[in-house]
């Protein structure tokens, strides 16, 4: 499944994105904000991570790739769990930022997941202190609900999050 939006495609990973991915991975803002992500990240890591979105059940979990349209550039990555109530992250390259890139891939991916792969409740946590996320969330229609105490573990340690979510009935407000 691709979708498209604004100058953006989303589509599956390929082998051709690794070094973009590994890239992109330097960036220090990454490691700050995604909690899970290997340090030092390499092109072997970026290789794993693209032969585990093939294995993952499509009705479970779905990756993909966020690409400018035009040219097919690797811009960032979208992953959304599906299920009653969903969750949804992305990263956008350092290249690509400032560009609407996370809103756009954000607004396709989950307004795809509440309307056509039955969420009801899609939930998008970020660290307290990525206000550029916290924007693009809220600009995707995300509603803030507050502050999840300790949620997710880093390197450093256990850190908050800030919780938003997406209701169907919001998508017809926004």
């Known amino acids: 499944m691709e ?6 495609t989303l589509r599956p990973f390929e082998e051709r994105d690794v070094s973009a991915i ?7 803002d990454l490691h700050r904000f995604i909690p899970e992500l290997p340090f030092p ?4 890591d970026a290789a794993a991570y693209v032969t ?7 009705r479970e979990r779905l990756a993909r790739a966020v690409v400018d ?3 097919g550039e690797l811009l960032g990555s979208i992953d ?6 969903g969750s949804i992250g992305y990263w956008v390259a350092p290249w690509a930022r400032r560009r609407g890139v996370a809103t756009s891939a954000l607004r396709a991916l989950s307004r795809w997941a509440l309307t056509s792969a039955g969420v009801e ?10 206000l550029a996320s916290q924007r693009v969330a809220e600009k995707a229609g995300f509603q803030r609900e507050g502050t999840l105490r300790s949620q997710v573990r880093f390197r450093e340690g256990r850190r908050d999050s800030v919780i938003f979510s997406l209701l169907p009935e919001d998508l017809t407000a926004s």
């Open 52 to 58: 585990a979105t093939r294995s993952w059940d499509e």
């Open 3 to 8: 979708l498209t939006a604004e100058g953006i």
């Open 80 to 85: 959304v769990r599906l299920g009653e109530v």
């Open 121 to 130: 409740r899609l939930e998008l946590t970020t660290h307290p202190g990525n």
């Open 41 to 44: 990240y390499t092109e072997g």
């Open 69 to 71: 349209a035009a040219s």
């Open 22 to 28: 590994a890239r992109a991975a330097q960036d220090e």
